[in-house]
Structure formats: structure tokens, C-alpha cells
């Protein structure tokens, strides 16, 4: 029997960065939904599965999956998770093109996810909390992608 979680009810977001952190049951289940905006999920622990129309994506630990904005997708988890959500403006068009990813996190990127995913909603953008999110995006597009997804329209990982 799955836990059924919901996805927070943002339509915009308050900042270029969002995070979320949550420690997430055995058996968890966001149900399909969408974003206007991009969405980062880290496995810090435990393995999380994001699924979209046409394949799906694992992120064991030290590996994170990228939905672009408006993308149909649900996320799962067998075990219990420890989950960084990042939810970035969908003006920032950090990878391209536009497609699910599967991403190996290095040391320093894990590190600026946790501290954005602790930033509070209104942080200053103008501040070093704004700047601690610039250089995440920056670090974010230069992770190198990893094949730990199925496609099964063509029977083989992306």
C-alpha cells in the first residue's frame, strides 16, 4: 500500500531557487502532476524514481533526476528517502534541451542543494543567499548526465 504525499500548490515561485527537503516513508507516492517551473530531485538517501509519460528515471544516492517545467511526472519510493526538491524558474534553461535527466551530483554540488533547500522562501537575491543560488545553477549545468533510465518506447536508457 503506497503513501500518497502531495506536491506543494505553487503556481509561480517566490525566488529563482525554491527547495524543499523531506524525508519521505517506504512506499510514497506523488501522484502525476506537473510544474510551471523546473524541478531538481536529490536522493540524499534512499533511491528515488521519477516517472514520466515516456520513461522512467532512478536516483539511487549522490544522483538526482531533472524534470523540466511542464513535464507530467510522478515520484516514487520503495524504501524510505531523504529528498532535496529544487524548483527552479522555468526562465533559467540550465539544461538543453529541455528532457528528464539523470545527473551524478559531485561534493560541492551536493553541498549548494542542501544549503538551497534550507534557504528560507524569501531570501535576498540580491544577497549571498541569491548568489549561493546563481552558482548552484551554475554547478547544476555542469553535471555530467548518467544512464539510469528506461525508455520504453525505444527499449533503452536515455
Not at 511542464?70 to 531523504?82: C, D, I, S, W
Given at each position: 500500500?503506497?503513501?500518497?504525499?502531495?506536491?506543494?500548490?505553487?503556481?509561480?515561485?517566490?525566488?529563482?531557487?525554491?527547495?524543499?527537503?523531506?524525508?519521505?516513508?517506504?512506499a510514497?507516492?506523488?501522484?502525476?502532476?506537473?510544474?510551471?517551473?523546473?524541478?531538481?530531485?536529490?536522493?540524499?538517501?534512499?533511491?528515488?524514481?521519477?516517472?514520466?509519460?515516456?520513461?522512467?528515471?532512478v536516483?539511487?544516492?549522490?544522483?538526482?533526476?531533472?524534470?523540466?517545467?511542464?513535464?507530467?511526472?510522478?515520484?516514487?519510493?520503495?524504501?524510505?528517502?531523504?529528498?532535496?526538491?529544487?524548483?527552479?524558474?522555468?526562465?533559467q534553461?540550465?539544461?538543453?534541451?529541455?528532457?528528464?535527466?539523470?545527473?551524478?551530483?559531485?561534493?560541492?554540488?551536493?553541498?549548494?542543494?542542501?544549503?538551497?533547500?534550507?534557504?528560507?522562501?524569501?531570501?535576498?537575491?540580491a544577497?549571498?543567499?541569491?548568489?549561493?543560488?546563481?552558482?548552484?545553477?551554475?554547478?547544476?549545468?555542469?553535471?555530467?548526465?548518467?544512464?539510469?533510465?528506461?525508455?520504453?518506447?525505444?527499449?533503452?536508457?536515455?
Open positions: 500500500m503506497s503513501r500518497e504525499r502531495t506536491p506543494p500548490p505553487l503556481t509561480q515561485l517566490p525566488r529563482l531557487v525554491f527547495g524543499r527537503s523531506e524525508a519521505l516513508p517506504a510514497s507516492l506523488a501522484r502525476a502532476h506537473s510544474h510551471p517551473f523546473g524541478q531538481l530531485s536529490y536522493a540524499g538517501e534512499g533511491v528515488i524514481e521519477v516517472t514520466t509519460p515516456v520513461s522512467s528515471h536516483a539511487p544516492p549522490r544522483r538526482a533526476v531533472w524534470v523540466p517545467p511542464g513535464l507530467l511526472h510522478e515520484v516514487t519510493t520503495t524504501r524510505p528517502a531523504a529528498m532535496r526538491s529544487l524548483y527552479i524558474r522555468a526562465d534553461t540550465i539544461f538543453c534541451p529541455p528532457r528528464c535527466l539523470v545527473l551524478r551530483v559531485t561534493s560541492l554540488a551536493r553541498e549548494l542543494i542542501l544549503a538551497a533547500a534550507a534557504l528560507p522562501p524569501d531570501y535576498d537575491e544577497g549571498p543567499a541569491g548568489r549561493l543560488a546563481q552558482v548552484l545553477l551554475d554547478q547544476l549545468a555542469a553535471l555530467a548526465g548518467v544512464r539510469l533510465a528506461a525508455d520504453p518506447v525505444h527499449g533503452d536508457g536515455q
